[in-house]
């Protein structure tokens, strides 16, 4: 569960921001699941009494068009606002963590081949950590006991 704003924030967010937020949290309720698959129950229920003519069609067909259409734009600020959350919260952390490298902070506004780059880069020394943690262990399983091993304790 989020915070919720208090009165607390550094400025007021706008009217769609917080339209968004509810909108977002109402629509991903399971509550709001079974509304609309009621909706969809009665739809389909009542093509008898319309006789399943192009107009009862055409509600469905519409209303679900105008709903998706609308929501792309919700999810999608929800995604944003979400996202650069999570963004500053982890330039904080390279911020405070002391030896790590600040040239991370941005890394969302370098482009794609810089950002290959990187990731390579981060490969590389994964499989060279994973070759120390091998060669450890082939070690400590030719030596002396496992129970010495501090990653088991």
Not at 44 to 57: H, I, K, M, V
Not at 75 to 101: H, P, W, Y
Not at 124 to 134: H, I, S, T
Request: net charge neutral; glycine share 4%; charged share 25%.
């Amino acid at each position: 569960m989020s915070c919720r704003n208090n009165g607390s924030s550094f400025r007021k967010t706008s009217i769609f921001t917080r339209f968004a937020h509810k909108a977002a949290a109402w629509t991903g309720r399971p509550e709001t699941f079974f509304i609309a698959l009621a909706l969809v129950v009665l739809w389909a229920l009542s093509g008898p009494f319309f006789g399943y003519s192009d107009t009862w069609q055409l509600v469905i067909n519409t209303s679900t068009t105008i709903v998706t259409f609308l929501m792309v734009f919700v999810i999608q600020n929800s995604q944003n606002r979400d996202t650069a959350a999570m963004q500053i919260k982890l330039d904080e952390l390279i911020v405070k963590l002391e030896g790590a490298r600040e040239e991370m902070l941005d890394l969302e506004e370098l482009d794609q081949a810089r950002l290959e780059e990187m990731q390579k880069d981060f490969c590389r020394r994964a499989r060279r950590a994973r070759k120390r943690v091998v060669a450890a262990d082939e070690t400590s399983s030719t030596g002396s006991d496992s129970s010495s091993d501090p990653r088991i304790q």
